[in-house]
């Protein structure tokens, strides 16, 4: 289509086809590479420098200058090759009037064109997804109507084992305590959409230190957390398939001494999270659905921070080491 735009726009400025049909030709075939070379170019850089608008600012308008004098040595090709070059089309006062500025318009408008199809093309690819999202989160939902247990029942059960619970033993007590707070934030905050970040990093403590408890004879836990005052909002327990993962598959083998490290923190407007765990590669390719939480984190990442989020996995088969970081930011 842009090229039977380009195509129609020179065959008019020429006023005779029959006679420039060859010329018209070559010229809208280089005017259409180009333009949709720089929109391509343009839209890709906006993908990937979203966060960074000066730089990408900086790279688009270069990317124009670098199309537009394409263009117009193109023009001078396709002239030069007619034998239509005069002293005229090469003087500074017509180029600038007429070819500069002639390719400047080409430029712009056949990459705004190209990037206008390539945002409605990702707008329908957005929409289709979000359709099969609703889709499945209309599926989970019966389901869980189905299969949903009176959260009244389950916490008052809780509260029945707690007083039964022997005095002497303080650890279970205050286990069980922790699991209800856990448990409570789960029911209450899984189907929002957002959460403030300081409640997700509470809940977050609180089950690496339940998790700690149970495999402190075996797995060495480190965590830290640098959280400033802030009201940072995140999708609810979008990090817990990590955390649970590195506590699963942690030396999964013989119950060897494992660790695993935690770090999160937040500043000015950037919120960054790291998790470190030593692992036994053949155990986890032993295990049935081992990819399972990390793609659901991913999966969630390109639909909710689709430019606002950087996300890493480095596996070190040979260090025996798997580590994850993300970032997010506004």
């Known amino acids: 289509m842009l090229y039977a735009v380009f195509f129609s726009y020179r065959l008019y400025f020429w006023g005779e086809p029959s006679k420039h049909i060859y ?30 608008k000066k730089l990408f600012y900086a790279l688009s308008v270069l990317s124009i200058l670098i199309g537009i004098a394409f263009v117009y040595f193109i023009h001078v090709f396709v002239y030069r090759l007619f034998h239509m070059l005069s002293s005229d089309f090469l003087g500074l006062f017509n180029a600038i009037c007429f070819q500069l500025l002639d390719s400047v318009a080409i430029v712009i408008s056949g990459a705004l064109a190209v990037m206008i199809e390539n945002m409605n093309h990702e707008r329908d690819r957005i929409t289709q997804t979000l359709y099969q999202l609703n889709q499945e989160k209309l599926q989970s ?3 869980y109507l189905k299969a949903r247990m009176d959260p009244h029942f389950v916490f008052n059960s809780l509260n029945t084992i707690f007083y039964q619970i022997n005095d002497a033993d303080k650890e279970a007590k205050e286990s069980l305590v922790q699991f209800s707070d856990i448990l409570r934030y789960h029911l209450l905050n899984s189907g929002l959409d957002k959460v403030y970040l300081n409640d997700e990093i509470k809940y977050m403590k609180a089950y690496i230190d339940f998790q700690s408890k ?29 955390i649970e993962n590195a506590f699963k598959f942690v030396c999964t083998e013989d119950k060897h001494s494992g660790w695993i490290e935690i770090a999160a923190s937040f500043k000015q407007n950037k919120f960054e999270f790291n998790i470190r765990n030593s692992f036994d590669p053949v155990a986890i390719k032993l295990c049935n659905g081992a990819q399972m939480g990390l793609q659901n984190v991913l999966k969630r990442l390109s639909l909710l921070y689709q430019s606002t989020h950087d996300f890493k996995v480095e596996n070190s088969n040979n260090a025996g080491v798997y580590s994850c970081n993300l970032i997010l930011w506004k």
């Open 23 to 52: 010329q018209v030709l070559l010229n809208a075939l280089g005017d259409t590479v180009i333009s949709y070379g720089c929109g391509f170019l343009i839209y890709n850089l906006k993908l990937r420098f979203s966060g960074n």
């Open 141 to 143: 939902e019966i389901k």
């Open 214 to 242: 149970r495999t402190k004879d075996f797995i060495t836990v480190k965590s830290s957390f640098e959280i400033e005052e802030n009201e940072f909002l995140i999708e609810p327990l979008l990090l817990m398939p990590l």
